[in-house]
């Protein structure tokens, strides 16, 4: 969780553009998509992947331009993108009204470009959605939020249209769970998973 400097940023997107592909968000039948970022996917996949209703959660790349980013390209902060997560879900368990509330209920919504230790444009808060309908559901949680006075600043969540979503990384996938010594997870990941769980009113899959 670092940033690298421009030249290695240059030098990546030649000998790293192969590294990861772009995901179909195309959902099985009976099944849909959500994409989401609030800082590093590392933690909001894990946060995600505990809901009752959530089939997978892949963390990936979305927000930006650059085809087929890297973890390095993603990391300098000028690709546009964000670490991100695509949820796919069971709506007939889980609505998409219900992931957007997991989305703010595991996240600070009112830092720019940071989310805990992490900073930078790649750690941003951004819903994004795939239709009016989701666009509308996500406003209305702004608004409900803010006019509860929930934090104690303005929500800076950028609401976008679902774009294109660039799978990670393979070791980035189930990292929390994979990797439970390490340093990150440990001082982060858990902690920001904890307190999720002591707010979030709604069902969570038992010994997640």
Same mark, same amino acid.
């Given at each position: 969780m670092?940033?690298l400097?421009?030249f290695?940023f240059?030098?990546?997107?030649?000998s790293?553009?192969?590294q990861? =592909?772009?995901?179909?968000l195309?959902?099985?039948?009976?099944?849909?998509?959500?994409?989401?970022?609030?800082?590093? /996917?590392?933690?909001?996949?894990?946060?995600?992947?505990?809901?009752?209703?959530?089939?997978?959660?892949?963390? #990936?790349?979305?927000?930006?331009?650059l085809?087929?980013?890297?973890?390095?390209?993603?990391?300098?902060?000028?690709? #546009?993108h964000?670490?991100?997560i695509?949820?796919?879900?069971?709506p007939?368990?889980?609505?998409?009204?219900? @992931?957007?509330?997991? /989305?703010?209920a595991?996240?600070?919504?009112?830092?720019?470009?940071?989310? #805990?230790?992490?900073? #930078?444009?790649?750690?941003?808060?951004?819903?994004?959605?795939n239709?009016?309908?989701?666009?509308?559901?996500?406003?209305?949680?702004?608004?409900? @939020?803010t006019?509860?006075?929930? /934090?104690?600043?303005?929500?800076v969540?950028?609401?976008?249209?679902?774009?294109?979503?660039?799978?990670?990384?393979s070791?980035?996938?189930?990292?929390? =769970?994979?990797?439970?010594?390490?340093?990150?997870?440990?001082?982060?990941?858990?902690?920001?998973?904890?307190?999720?769980?002591?707010?979030?009113?709604?069902? @969570?899959k038992?010994?997640?």
């Amino acid at each position: 969780m670092k940033l690298l400097s421009y030249f290695l940023f240059l030098f990546s997107i030649v000998s790293c553009q192969a590294q990861t =592909k772009k995901l179909s968000l195309e959902p099985k039948k009976g099944q849909a998509v959500a994409v989401f970022a609030s800082g590093c /996917f590392w933690c909001t996949e894990h946060v995600f992947e505990a809901v009752v209703g959530v089939e997978e959660a892949v963390s #990936g790349y979305s927000g930006g331009t650059l085809k087929n980013p890297s973890y390095e390209q993603v990391g300098t902060n000028r690709t #546009g993108h964000a670490e991100s997560i695509a949820v796919f879900y069971d709506p007939k368990v889980v609505s998409y009204a219900q @992931l957007v509330d997991v /989305f703010f209920a595991s996240q600070d919504p009112t830092t720019p470009n940071q989310q #805990g230790p992490d900073k #930078g444009s790649s750690y941003r808060s951004i819903a994004f959605y795939n239709n009016a309908t989701e666009k509308k559901i996500i406003e209305d949680k702004i608004k409900e @939020l803010t006019a509860k006075k929930v /934090f104690a600043k303005p929500i800076v969540t950028e609401v976008k249209p679902v774009m294109d979503f660039y799978t990670a990384e393979s070791y980035h996938q189930d990292y929390v =769970k994979n990797n439970p010594n390490q340093p990150y997870v440990k001082g982060v990941s858990v902690p920001r998973y904890n307190k999720f769980v002591q707010t979030y009113k709604g069902k @969570l899959k038992p010994n997640h």
